[in-house]
């Protein structure tokens, strides 16, 4: 069997997880060799929406996402990858999604600006109904087709060794066996995104693990304008911890699902970004499961455009492309294991990991490197 050369630590897939601590290590002087079955990353980190939600997050996913936030802004300088500050605005088209907008504002002193009807439509294109909103001005955006082959393309510069079209099928305790030869290492992160079932059965088993399908579009922009931040809205309040948390969320659960059951049935988060070229990225539907029929229902789809038409204002939306993404999910927002010496399973279990990872890395390999 072919032996490569030695690193320090080997990472197992090129998603975002796998990158973080890729670019972790390579701060700290380690050698790195990732290894990716795809010829360039194709997962999650590519699907998503590229929002760097960190103010709505809570607890550990808070932190990380601060300290993510750093880090985006030093890589999108040195990597030269595309970011923009424009923050989050969260439509309120009702009082109690406003009501739960002061409430968290309130909570997070200098976070949040709270807007009226009219300062929402001066940030963000929206239709009629809007009541207030607000703004979380220290939210990013970054391309998601462009920023993790950047970040590769950046890392490879530093001296990281990647090895495309390599499928990782065995790790040991000092060891990473692929279909093309072995490779001996240091340390090892396995960042395989949902696979960690198909890897580690027993593992996903224990912490409740299971895949998460979302189904996303991309159309163009009914009114041809630029819109820097991302756009969330009332049913985004009942997704992220930091909403979900506030003293009114149970009650504007229990509206929305009673008002919309055909949406929350599908775990509607109504929400877009704004591409580079002006297009506009729109979702998203949740449904969970170990494996997804590869037959989708036209329902998702239409459901996701009848809903952005309306919060846009748009009379009809013209479909460019439509894809499925799918990432981890478990009860707890991280899975961070070490199933042997030397090893840690690492991968974001709440569907944020562009959010997180970046902060989440640097921790995991202060407790691999002792
Ligand atoms: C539609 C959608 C929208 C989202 N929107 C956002 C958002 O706006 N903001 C946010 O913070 N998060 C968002 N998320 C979540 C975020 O995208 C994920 O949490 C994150 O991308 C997961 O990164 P990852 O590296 O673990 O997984 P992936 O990007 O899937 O990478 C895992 C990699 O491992 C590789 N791999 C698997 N097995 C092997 C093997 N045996 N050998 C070698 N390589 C292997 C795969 O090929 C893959 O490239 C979204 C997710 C989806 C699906």
Same mark, same amino acid.
């Given at each position: 069997?072919? @032996?490569?050369?030695?690193?320090?630590?080997?990472?197992?897939?090129?998603?975002?997880?796998?990158?973080?601590?890729?670019?972790?290590?390579?701060?700290?002087?380690?050698?790195?060799?990732?290894?990716?079955?795809?010829?360039?990353?194709? $997962?999650?980190?590519?699907?998503?929406?590229?929002? &760097?939600?960190?103010?709505?997050?809570?607890?550990? =996913?808070?932190?990380?996402?601060?300290?993510?936030?750093?880090?985006?802004? @030093? %890589?999108?300088?040195?990597?030269?990858?595309?970011?923009?500050?424009?923050?989050?605005?969260?439509?309120?088209?009702?009082?109690?999604?406003?009501?739960?907008?002061?409430?968290?504002?309130?909570?997070?002193?200098?976070?949040?600006?709270?807007?009226?009807?009219?300062?929402?439509?001066?940030?963000?294109?929206?239709?009629? $109904? *809007?009541?207030? &909103?607000?703004?979380?001005?220290?939210?990013?955006?970054?391309?998601?087709?462009?920023?993790?082959?950047?970040?590769?393309?950046?890392?490879?510069?530093?001296?990281?060794?990647?090895?495309?079209?390599?499928?990782?099928?065995?790790?040991?305790?000092?060891?990473?066996?692929?279909?093309?030869?072995?490779?001996?290492?240091?340390?090892?992160?396995?960042?395989?995104?949902?696979?960690?079932?198909?890897?580690?059965?027993?593992?996903?088993?224990?912490?409740?693990?299971?895949?998460?399908?979302?189904?996303?579009?991309? *159309?163009?922009?009914?009114?041809?304008?630029?819109?820097?931040?991302?756009?969330? @809205?009332?049913?985004?309040?009942?997704?992220?911890?930091?909403?979900?948390?506030? #003293?009114?969320?149970?009650? %504007?659960?229990?509206? !929305?699902?009673?008002?919309? #059951?055909?949406?929350? &049935?599908?775990?509607?988060?109504?929400?877009?970004?704004?591409? #580079?070229?002006?297009? !506009?990225?729109? $979702?998203?539907?949740?449904?969970?499961?170990?494996?997804?029929? #590869?037959?989708?229902?036209?329902?998702?789809?239409?459901?996701? +455009?009848?809903?952005?038409?309306?919060?846009?204002?748009?009379?009809? +939306?013209?479909?460019?492309?439509?894809?499925? $993404? *799918?990432? =981890?999910?478990?009860? &707890?927002?991280?899975?961070?294991?070490?199933?042997?010496?030397? *090893?840690?399973?690492?991968?974001?279990?709440?569907?944020?990991?562009?959010?997180?990872?970046?902060?989440?890395?640097?921790?995991?390999?202060?407790?691999?490197?002792?």
């Amino acid at each position: 069997m072919t @032996s490569h050369q030695p690193v320090d630590l080997v990472v197992v897939g090129a998603g975002i997880v796998g990158l973080a601590h890729a670019v972790d290590a390579v701060r700290r002087g380690l050698s790195v060799a990732v290894v990716e079955r795809d010829e360039r990353a194709v $997962g999650a980190s590519v699907r998503n929406f590229g929002h &760097g939600c960190f103010t709505a997050q809570a607890g550990d =996913a808070l932190r990380y996402a601060m300290a993510a936030r750093t880090a985006w802004l @030093s %890589l999108a300088k040195e990597a030269g990858l595309w970011l923009n500050e424009g923050g989050t605005v969260v439509v309120a088209r009702a009082d109690d999604e406003y009501a739960v907008l002061e409430e968290f504002g309130a909570a997070r002193d200098g976070q949040v600006v709270l807007l009226d009807a009219r300062e929402v439509a001066e940030r963000a294109p929206v239709g009629p $109904g *809007v009541v207030g &909103g607000a703004w979380l001005p220290m939210d990013v955006r970054v391309d998601p087709r462009h920023a993790v082959h950047a970040i590769a393309a950046w890392l490879a510069r530093q001296g990281v060794r990647f090895h495309w079209a390599t499928s990782a099928h065995l790790v040991e305790p000092d060891a990473v066996i692929t279909g093309r030869g072995r490779i001996e290492a240091g340390r090892v992160v396995v960042a395989v995104g949902h696979h960690v079932d198909r890897h580690f059965p027993d593992l996903a088993e224990r912490e409740g693990l299971r895949r998460c399908a979302l189904h996303m579009l991309r *159309v163009a922009d009914p009114h041809g304008r630029r819109v820097d931040p991302a756009v969330l @809205s009332g049913f985004s309040l009942l997704r992220y911890a930091g909403f979900t948390a506030c #003293p009114t969320g149970p009650a %504007l659960r229990e509206r !929305l699902e009673s008002e919309h #059951p055909a949406l929350t &049935g599908i775990g509607l988060n109504l929400m877009f970004t704004q591409r #580079p070229d002006g297009d !506009l990225i729109i $979702g998203d539907t949740h449904a969970y499961g170990g494996t997804f029929d #590869p037959f989708k229902d036209d329902d998702l789809d239409r459901h996701v +455009l009848d809903e952005t038409a309306r919060l846009l204002g748009a009379a009809r +939306l013209t479909v460019r492309e439509r894809w499925r $993404g *799918v990432y =981890a999910s478990a009860p &707890g927002p991280f899975l961070v294991a070490a199933p042997m010496p030397g *090893v840690r399973v690492v991968s974001v279990t709440s569907g944020i990991g562009m959010t997180t990872a970046l902060g989440l890395a640097p921790e995991v390999l202060d407790d691999l490197l002792g």
